[in-house]
């Protein structure tokens, strides 16, 4: 059973720490929640977090108000340590210090020349966001973490051979769009932009809503 450690940075309840929780932790206004936040902007069962595949998932349970993590609008998404989750007017940081520490510690290793400097920094700059009194974050819904990677997230682990294929088929897919749509696109000589015809612009707009419903899908709270 997974632990997880959430502390409310912003918010009615800030200064709040809720350490070692038990997955599954589950975050609302109601009573009957592992963390209750004195939020009217918040859902009475707003959001879940549950341990699977030795990640942690936050779900979003359908809320009025939704959630974001680092700032983007979630469904369902991994969280670690280091990750600001924004409910109603609250923000809470995932992770105590020292996991956080363990994480600025992963997320430097990455770039061995300047590995201390790097961590340093990561640190500062943890410690700057965390600090910051309630009443200069205008939104916390925007706030993100330090620690997120430039680049994209990993593909998923421990995938059977059909969910390998699925993936790989809708990738193959997503590709595809893309390239046609960089085919056709023409730079003019001496304008810093591109032009793309309308049925190329169209098929991006339908990947984009695709995409959309597809996460809206895979989003959906399951039983369990």
Request: charge should be negative.
């Amino acid at each position: 059973m997974a632990l997880i450690t959430l502390r409310v940075l912003h918010g009615a309840d800030r200064g709040r720490v809720f350490p070692d929780l038990p997955t599954p932790v589950t975050i609302g206004r109601e009573e009957g929640n592992a963390i209750q936040l004195n939020d009217e902007r918040v859902s009475r069962y707003h959001l879940k977090l549950q341990e699977d595949n030795d990640k942690i998932v936050a779900t979003d349970l359908e809320s009025t108000n939704g959630t974001k993590i680092n700032g983007e609008d979630v469904q369902v998404r991994i969280v670690r340590h280091g990750d600001m989750i924004a409910v109603g007017r609250s923000l809470l940081l995932v992770g105590s210090p020292a996991d956080i520490d363990r994480r600025i510690a992963e997320v430097s290793a990455r770039h061995p020349p300047a590995a201390v400097g790097h961590a340093r920094q990561l640190k500062e700059r943890m410690k700057q966001l965390t600090g910051e009194p309630s009443d200069i974050i205008q939104d916390v819904s925007s706030v993100r973490s330090p620690l997120l990677p430039s680049g994209p997230p990993p593909l998923p682990e421990r995938l059977s051979p059909a969910q390998s294929a699925e993936l790989a088929e809708l990738l193959d897919y997503v590709q595809g769009v893309l390239r046609e749509a960089s085919e056709a696109a023409v730079m003019r000589a001496g304008a810093e932009r591109v032009d793309l015809d309308f049925p190329q612009w169209q098929a991006l707009l339908d990947l984009q809503a695709r995409l959309a419903e597809m996460l809206r899908r895979i989003g959906e709270p399951q039983a369990g």
